[in-house]
DNA sequence: TTGAAAGCGCTAACAC
DNA sequence: GTGTTAGCGCTTTCAA
């Protein structure tokens, strides 16, 4: 039986005519539920199972969806039970392929748990990551996935007592929820790789120390070459953004003697840089010259020799911030220590033992 | 005057104690009305600027919302306004460094708008890019963007009557919006490149035909080269999945007698993959055979030599697909035809005029 | 089981 | 200029 208030409101399907988008009035829960005759909540139960309906009312209420082409209205839909089902992900380029992988992980392990992913490109502004996490919030998303610049000297009480909860990925932050790799396990694990190996003069494209990760690469990457009774001395050290461009101070190395026998790069892009500087000064790789990057990007396994380097498991550093945050969503566990996803050594082309004497190669300079 | 209306929804801010998030209860428009003293629709007017408002009322509203710490409840406004700021991108594959660099274009231009993109990655799957579909329907975005998958064999109405307006990006739709590379035109440059180099033997990794962009960038290179008076050879076509793999297929010209003088890859992924192929046979580029592709992904200047290829202008595309988006949801000139964004030729290490002996280079194979 | 009604926070139309 | 109010479409409580 259809009663006076939902009548009231009833409109008729006014199909047909294609209005095209916009104009298009909208279909709602009382539609249905005056087409299927029923009341609204029991459509409501209906979409969202929170109530056993009998079976041909269930049916009743599904044919009028299809019908109607009813869809469900989230944004009224989290007004009233606010969840909006939505996350934001903020990251400092999407276009940086190791953060698009970590990226496409994250949007696919939300998609499966009925999130969506609002992606956020800080341009590694951290103004415009500030807005953004504004914005986020007045989008009342139900969390924020963050990967977030590096050059933060901004008030941190911002994110620090956040509404909304938010786990760092990639890098932590003191206090907060991570996921990282494990850096220093990955710089050790180069080192032992080049320590067995036989080398003994080592040198580092290091990038910025200020940068938490580097920092942990290296301190990893020095550690465990001291327990082979390896130093790496203050000459065999380059610093600098790290980008593309830090891999040419290679160049200066191989012009160095005694010549280092191995290089350590604590990203991919470096190690390309200085591949391809290597390899324009004719410099073999591995015969004259060692090299091992950290990251493994796609890239460095195209370079010939492919690149040797350290693997972050990029999958399992989106799945598991996604984890933690959906966890903490859920009240459960509210995990405050860091999550570390160890990575791996992948031994490709471009590393192999020393030369023999370690004078080697230098005849070009001649 | 506070009037008894106002009075009666006022909550006392309740600042202080820091709940942690979740817990805190929602400061509305009506907190911030009642600290300040003034209705709810003056809030809302100062928020939207749908109202002159004087100055000192102003700012009285503006020290409510700091002191509340007020942020406007993004669903609740849209709701009521029906437009909910919001835009999906769809996409196969953000890692693929091509669609990384478009998204992020978008997304760029999308917030210089006051939009904000949800990110909606298919995997190349038709059924999981239906779903997004739906699901974007349902958060009522007020537009879509969508690099659609290859295999698209489901019905079209779909999004030939799309609720919600759409436009397609890299890959055009008959009779829908959309904003894509001139890849015929790309493929003309390619060949008149190669051509007014002087070569004459010239083979192709072509892709799959089915996929139209592939097939306008072949018949823009065949029509250009015809004119040229020059054809390609049946033997001197490979086709396949546009992966690295294809490029392995350039294996069996180096063999062949003659001896193709260049080959054109219909992406550098195919051109990264014939490199890798051509430098391990010992192949010298250019000199025993020039290189083209296609794209311009960053990895294309990273190999050795640099590749020359058609450069895409992935940030155009992305602009402007924004734009056409931004036209059509302000109604003003439905483009439906579609927008052609002109590539360029950038010409790198990979390409220089053909051997002097057309059989040059066959020496290795006796 | 199902139905009615009270809002969620906001905008916009209207009255002052 | 400013204040009041009626919903936007939905969930949820409470009654029946």
């Not at 008729?12 to 539609?31: N, S």
């Not at 190690?271 to 004719?282: F, K």
């Not at 860091?338 to 230098?362: C, K």
Request: proline share 7%; charged share 25%.
């Amino acid at each position: 039986v259809i009663l006076p208030a939902t009548l009231k409101r009833f409109k008729a399907p006014r199909g047909g005519g294609r209005l095209g988008g916009a104009g298009r009035a909208e279909v709602t829960i009382r539609d249905v539920a005056g087409h299927a005759g029923v009341a609204v909540g029991t459509v409501s139960n209906y979409l969202n199972g929170s109530a056993p309906l009998a079976e041909a009312t269930a049916r009743r209420v599904q044919r009028a969806i299809d019908a109607l082409g009813y869809r469900v209205h989230l944004a009224a839909r989290s007004l009233r039970s606010r969840r909006t089902q939505s996350v934001g992900l903020v990251l400092p380029n999407i276009s940086n392929p190791f953060y698009a992988e970590v990226a496409r992980a994250i949007e696919h392990a939300l998609w499966d748990r009925g999130f969506q992913t609002l992606l956020c490109d800080s341009s590694q502004d951290a103004e415009r990551e500030r807005m953004h996490l504004e914005a986020l919030e007045s989008r009342r998303v139900d969390g924020i996935l963050m990967i977030r610049t590096a050059d933060w000297r901004l008030p941190r009480s911002r994110v620090l007592h956040p509404r909304v909860p938010i786990v760092f990925v990639d890098r932590s932050v003191d206090g907060m929820p991570s996921v990282t790799s494990d850096n220093r396990l990955g710089g050790e694990l180069a080192a032992r790789h080049l320590a067995q190996l036989g080398h003994r003069a080592i040198a580092i494209l290091a990038g910025e120390n200020a940068v938490g990760n580097v920092r942990e690469r290296l301190d990893g990457f020095r550690a465990e070459l001291a327990r082979h009774g390896v130093t790496v001395a203050p000459r065999y050290l380059a610093t600098g953004p790290q980008a593309i461009e830090l891999g040419r101070e290679v160049s200066r190395w191989v012009k160095a003697r005694p010549r280092p026998t191995a290089v350590f790069a604590t990203n991919d892009i470096v190690a390309i840089g200085a591949w391809r500087q290597l390899v324009g000064m004719g410099v073999r790789i591995p015969a004259d010259l060692s090299l091992i990057g950290f990251d493994d990007i796609e890239m460095s396994n195209l370079s010939l020799p492919p690149l040797t380097t350290i693997r972050q498991d990029k999958a399992a550093l989106g799945r598991e911030a996604t984890a933690v945050l959906l966890e903490l969503l859920a009240g459960t566990a509210p995990r405050a220590r860091p999550t570390l996803i160890p990575p791996s050594l992948v031994v490709r082309g471009s590393t192999g033992p020393p030369p023999a004497s370690p004078r080697a190669g230098e005849e070009e300079r001649r």
